[in-house]
Protein backbone atom coordinates (compact mmCIF):
# COMPACT_ATOMS: atom_id res chain seq x y z
CA UNK A 1 0.00 0.00 0.00
CA UNK A 2 1.15 3.34 -1.13
CA UNK A 3 1.49 6.36 1.70
CA UNK A 4 -0.19 9.17 0.14
CA UNK A 5 -0.51 12.18 1.55
CA UNK A 6 -4.12 12.86 1.65
CA UNK A 7 -4.66 9.44 3.76
CA UNK A 8 -2.95 11.11 6.67
CA UNK A 9 -5.28 12.58 9.32
CA UNK A 10 -4.31 15.91 10.92
CA UNK A 11 -6.66 17.64 13.87
CA UNK A 12 -5.56 20.82 16.15
CA UNK A 13 -6.92 21.17 19.11
CA UNK A 14 -9.01 24.77 18.49
CA UNK A 15 -9.42 25.51 21.97
CA UNK A 16 -6.34 24.95 23.95
CA UNK A 17 -7.17 26.92 27.08
CA UNK A 18 -10.86 24.64 27.47
CA UNK A 19 -11.00 21.65 29.79
CA UNK A 20 -11.09 19.16 26.92
CA UNK A 21 -9.80 19.46 23.22
CA UNK A 22 -11.92 20.60 20.62
CA UNK A 23 -10.26 18.75 17.42
CA UNK A 24 -10.53 20.63 14.05
CA UNK A 25 -9.60 18.63 10.73
CA UNK A 26 -6.05 20.37 8.97
CA UNK A 27 -6.79 19.64 5.51
CA UNK A 28 -8.52 22.29 3.50
CA UNK A 29 -6.13 24.80 1.77
CA UNK A 30 -3.22 22.95 2.58
CA UNK A 31 -1.56 20.91 -0.31
CA UNK A 32 1.66 19.85 0.89
CA UNK A 33 2.97 18.60 4.05
CA UNK A 34 6.41 17.53 4.87
CA UNK A 35 7.59 15.81 8.10
CA UNK A 36 10.80 15.43 9.47
CA UNK A 37 12.62 14.06 12.92
CA UNK A 38 14.97 17.31 13.26
CA UNK A 39 17.39 15.39 14.55
CA UNK A 40 20.47 16.16 17.08
CA UNK A 41 23.42 14.39 16.34
CA UNK A 42 26.59 14.00 18.07
CA UNK A 43 30.09 13.48 15.53
CA UNK A 44 33.42 12.60 16.79
CA UNK A 45 36.64 11.80 15.26
CA UNK A 46 38.50 9.42 17.22
CA UNK A 47 42.35 8.75 17.22
CA UNK A 48 41.99 5.26 16.07
CA UNK A 49 39.59 5.81 13.28
CA UNK A 50 42.60 7.26 11.37
CA UNK A 51 40.72 10.88 11.00
CA UNK A 52 37.03 9.00 9.79
CA UNK A 53 34.14 10.57 11.84
CA UNK A 54 31.32 8.74 13.59
CA UNK A 55 27.87 10.13 14.11
CA UNK A 56 25.28 9.38 17.09
CA UNK A 57 21.97 10.22 17.28
CA UNK A 58 21.04 11.90 20.20
CA UNK A 59 17.77 13.73 20.01
CA UNK A 60 15.03 14.97 17.71
CA UNK A 61 12.30 16.91 17.48
CA UNK A 62 9.02 16.05 15.60
CA UNK A 63 8.08 18.81 12.63
CA UNK A 64 5.81 19.18 10.41
CA UNK A 65 5.68 21.47 7.54
CA UNK A 66 2.28 22.41 6.06
CA UNK A 67 2.29 24.87 2.73
CA UNK A 68 -1.02 25.99 0.94
CA UNK A 69 -3.72 28.33 0.18
CA UNK A 70 -5.70 30.67 2.77
CA UNK A 71 -9.16 29.03 3.00
CA UNK A 72 -11.25 31.61 5.85
CA UNK A 73 -13.99 29.82 7.79
CA UNK A 74 -12.16 26.88 8.13
CA UNK A 75 -11.64 26.28 11.94
CA UNK A 76 -8.16 24.81 11.85
CA UNK A 77 -6.86 27.71 9.53
CA UNK A 78 -9.08 30.37 10.91
CA UNK A 79 -7.24 29.47 14.24
CA UNK A 80 -4.07 29.18 13.14
CA UNK A 81 -4.25 32.37 11.40
CA UNK A 82 -6.38 34.63 13.67
CA UNK A 83 -4.15 37.22 15.31
CA UNK A 84 -4.41 36.13 18.75
CA UNK A 85 -2.06 32.99 17.55
CA UNK A 86 -0.35 34.57 14.52
CA UNK A 87 0.67 37.79 16.09
CA UNK A 88 1.71 36.64 19.64
CA UNK A 89 4.24 33.78 21.40
CA UNK A 90 5.07 31.87 23.98
CA UNK A 91 1.46 30.30 24.89
CA UNK A 92 -0.59 32.24 23.08
CA UNK A 93 1.23 29.92 20.03
CA UNK A 94 0.98 26.20 21.98
CA UNK A 95 -2.04 23.70 21.60
CA UNK A 96 -2.24 20.28 20.80
CA UNK A 97 -2.18 18.43 17.78
CA UNK A 98 -3.05 14.88 16.17
CA UNK A 99 -1.35 12.49 13.07
CA UNK A 100 -3.16 9.88 12.09
CA UNK A 101 -1.17 7.46 9.57
CA UNK A 102 -3.04 5.45 6.78
CA UNK A 103 -2.53 1.96 8.62
CA UNK A 104 -3.97 3.68 11.69
CA UNK A 105 -1.34 4.35 13.88
CA UNK A 106 -1.97 7.73 15.59
CA UNK A 107 0.19 10.62 17.02
CA UNK A 108 -0.77 12.61 19.77
CA UNK A 109 1.26 15.45 21.66
CA UNK A 110 1.64 19.21 22.52
CA UNK A 111 2.93 21.61 19.80
CA UNK A 112 4.05 24.85 18.85
CA UNK A 113 2.91 26.99 15.70
CA UNK A 114 5.81 27.98 14.57
CA UNK A 115 6.95 30.43 11.24
CA UNK A 116 3.32 31.19 10.20
CA UNK A 117 3.31 32.86 6.99
CA UNK A 118 -0.04 34.57 5.70
CA UNK A 119 -0.43 35.95 2.58
CA UNK A 120 1.70 36.45 -0.44
CA UNK A 121 1.69 35.34 -4.27
CA UNK A 122 0.44 36.92 -7.58
CA UNK A 123 -2.08 39.32 -7.82
CA UNK A 124 -4.72 37.02 -8.90
CA UNK A 125 -3.85 34.30 -6.96
CA UNK A 126 -4.97 32.62 -3.62
CA UNK A 127 -2.92 33.68 -0.32
CA UNK A 128 -0.32 31.88 0.22
CA UNK A 129 0.54 30.27 3.81
CA UNK A 130 2.87 28.37 5.85
CA UNK A 131 3.05 26.92 9.38
CA UNK A 132 5.56 24.54 11.46
CA UNK A 133 3.90 22.01 13.70
CA UNK A 134 7.07 21.89 16.48
CA UNK A 135 5.70 19.04 19.31
CA UNK A 136 7.61 19.77 22.18
CA UNK A 137 8.98 16.94 23.60
CA UNK A 138 8.48 12.76 22.88
CA UNK A 139 5.05 12.81 21.03
CA UNK A 140 2.65 9.71 21.94
CA UNK A 141 2.54 7.32 19.60
CA UNK A 142 -0.20 4.36 19.11
CA UNK A 143 0.23 1.74 16.75
CA UNK A 144 -2.56 0.57 14.15
CA UNK A 145 -5.14 -1.63 16.25
CA UNK A 146 -5.47 -3.05 12.66
CA UNK A 147 -2.05 -4.46 12.77
Do not use: C
Not at 47 to 65: H, R
Not at 127 to 136: A, G, L, T, Y
Amino acid sequence: MLGINYDYSLQINVSPAAPAPEWAVVSSGFDSISKSLNESVYQGAFLGDSGFASTEVTGGQLILKLSGIRIYGDRAQDFIFSGDVKNNFGEARKTDFMITYPDGAVITGKVTLAKITEGGGSADSPDSVFVEIHFNGKPVYSESSGG
